[in-house]
């Protein structure tokens, strides 16, 4: 009887744990501009935030962020640098 009761104890204690678990996955977190701008703080470009990060950048897009989040983006990191181009002689 005592091996059943903790089998059934240590099942109790999994069901819990795995609830809690549930739980925090279905508590999704909203995009905020703070929040979008912290992921974007990670890339150099727009161009690497979109493919690296596109939850948030989708976010960004849909609020009407992007274009105040890349400005601080190119002052942090600079303007994009571009390859120069060689004329033909």
């Known amino acids: 009887m005592a091996n059943q009761e903790k089998k059934a104890a240590s099942n109790s204690e999994k069901e819990t744990k795995v609830k809690a678990v549930q739980e925090k996955k279905e508590q999704k977190m909203r995009w905020t501009l703070a929040r979008c701008r912290k992921v974007a703080n990670r890339f150099k470009s727009e161009a690497e935030?979109?493919?690296g990060a596109p939850s948030s950048y989708k976010s960004a897009q849909a609020h009407g962020w992007t274009q105040d989040i890349v400005s601080h983006l190119m002052e942090k990191h600079g303007?994009?640098?571009k390859p120069s181009v060689?004329?033909?002689?």
């Open 49 to 51: 935030w979109a493919k």
């Open 79 to 81: 303007s994009a640098k």
């Open 86 to 89: 060689k004329k033909a002689a």
